[in-house]
């Protein structure tokens, strides 16, 4: 058995260095024991810590707009930066696997924290089917399954939907996110959510529309369900 393994880490390092497993983030070599980030990447993470602040900025940038019980992003996106390489490999470039390590990361360090720990469910934001068969995954449900792993939660994909296309909202103003998003999320009506605490997850915060858009649609036919909020990075602006 001792030997089997021997020889199969042979293998696995000679590939590696014929095809090397890079960083999502730098793009240097990663070594036996890293996945999906080098440990300098790992490092040097811009982390927020708002799940041990109440009152965060990410929750300040709800406050008169929708009632959040909770809100947290685990790094501060930084334009140009090797973590904005990340996001975009996740995004763009089919690295669904970044999404799911991620997810898993910051879930363990919120299951530190008595107020992250207590969910019924965990649900991402969610795409239109066309931009899904588009993209073949959705990048907040993957950011969604990390976190389940290391939380225990379960994920719910049905009980919020995406029912008109939108534009992306990368180069839009505050304004013009939210008018992109409003009414364009919808919730089962026979989801029984009142009482329920939820976990709304996406991949970056920016100015909120699309997690008060979500949030809203949720309410609809659940006014007394609670809501808090977890994405993987947050752009202040």
Known sequence: MAENNRLKNIVIDVVRMIFPARCCACRQPLFRNEKVLCMGCTMKMPKTNFHKQKGNLVEKSFWGRVLIERATSYFYFVKGSDFQHLLHNLKYHGHYEVGIYMG???????????????FDAIIPVPLHPGKLRKRGYNQSEMIARGLSKALGVPVDTKTLRRKVFTETQTKKTRIERWENVRDVFESDQSALLNGKHILLVDDVLTTGATIEGCANALRLHNPA????VATLAFAHN
């Open 104 to 118: 898993e990361c910051m879930g363990h360090e919120l299951a530190n924290e008595p107020d992250f720990t207590h």
């Open 225 to 228: 369900v609670k809501i808090s």
